[in-house]
């Protein structure tokens, strides 16, 4: 059965290779690990950290687990997306005790800040989605906030387009899921700490490394 996943698995990774080369322009893709939200997330160095137990309102998401993702640039077109593990329907619902999810593309101008210099946000409240650029340049709050109306939520697929101007000089990015809780912190300000947690982002061992853009956890 591992077997048969994993070549199941590879299977998927070179189509969605291949989708990317066909599209043109610049494409960077990833695939993310089934089942890995929170109890097993990997840092930098291999090793797993655990932030609750696999049986949490949070952990049964599959909506907040993302199996793979993609920034494509294709001219002034910036296209992003994110194929989450259970599809968002009509009936989906919050996990318990979280007022807000957000699906994120953080882009950096450079690696020498922790803090992404950009974010793309779809945020989903339980009833309503929207989409928002952020943008820190400025380096303090508050930050500039953009809506966005160019999103999709095909099921399992979420992607954003907007222009490459908007975000001029981005090297690098990644991609995770938050969940809020309480009063979610404004995209204009610092993300206020307790108040919000990142179940899933981009697995640090599975980045597709020989595309243009270098994504980073
Ligand atoms: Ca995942």
Redesign the pocket.
Known sequence: MKVALTIASTIVTLLMLAVSVSAGGNTVSFT???G?LGKTWYGMDGDPVSWWSGDSAISGAGYL???SGWVAVKGDVLTMGLVV?SPLTADSALPDGVSQVRWVWFFYLNTEHFWADYGVFILWDGAQFSASLMDRTSGSPPFAVAALDTFTIDGQILTVTMSMAKMPGVVVWFSETMVMHGSPWPLDQWPSSGAWHAP?LTDWIDLSMDLPWLPMP
């Open positions: 993310d690990r089934q890995d687990d993302i199996r593990d899933d």
